[in-house]
């Protein structure tokens, strides 16, 4: 062990275990994530307990509830824990945190509302309407809907948490601001499968979203942002309420 501590140094003498534990803890997690936030993943019988809680029988809507429940507990429970068993971080550390964020929760929701017109706009695209909303079944109903946006939240508090905070703030202690590309280049190619216009979007919303969790010491803001344009995308491509 100790020989290969001393080939590891030697080979890479600028790394210290800090973002190389960072580094593979993070890519370990993302990969078990996408392989369990898949369909053949879920347990038997998530189904049929989604429905009788939530009284609709929808399989999509399931499969996507269990994807989100993954996001979290993946992309955000374990690694707090791990953070803070190994690291010492506390979650606050990692932008846990609300004191001091009025002034960009009213920036994002600025953002939101100055590209609400192009999000409705591309939101009747082939591309994004067959994408979207990617439940089918919320399409024709509200109550749906809004069940799948309000467990929306758990999803974005996993993803946003993942990039902004554990890659974010986790490498900006050893790399300053350069940690905004270690953050933003996996989140752009998370978007592969997604129209090309979001794909290209998901460039400058990685530098944007990282400027405002470092303004603000804070995922939160980038969670409601997230949010909020999803739910937007979503609601366009809905008729039940037309």
Known sequence: ???????FTSTYPDLDRHP????????AML????????????PDGWVDWVASVVDF???????????NSMCALLLMVVPLI???VFAGWRPRDLGFRIRNTLGEFKLVTVLWLAFLPVLWVVSDFPAFDKTYPQVRGIKTDALMFAVHHAYYLVYWMGWEFYFRGLLLFGFERDYQSKAVLLSTFPFVVMHYGKPPIEMMAAIAAGFILCGIALRSRSILPGVFLHWLVQMS???ANCTWWR
């Open 82 to 84: 791990l953070m803070r």
């Open 57 to 67: 029988g929808d399989p999509q809507l399931a499969r996507y509830l269990w994807k």
């Open 1 to 7: 062990m100790n020989r290969l501590r001393r080939l």
């Open 31 to 42: 990969t078990v994530y996408v392989e369990m936030g898949k369909r053949r993943s879920m």
């Open 233 to 235: 995308i979503d609601f």
């Open 20 to 27: 190389v534990g960072l580094a593979v803890m993070s890519m």
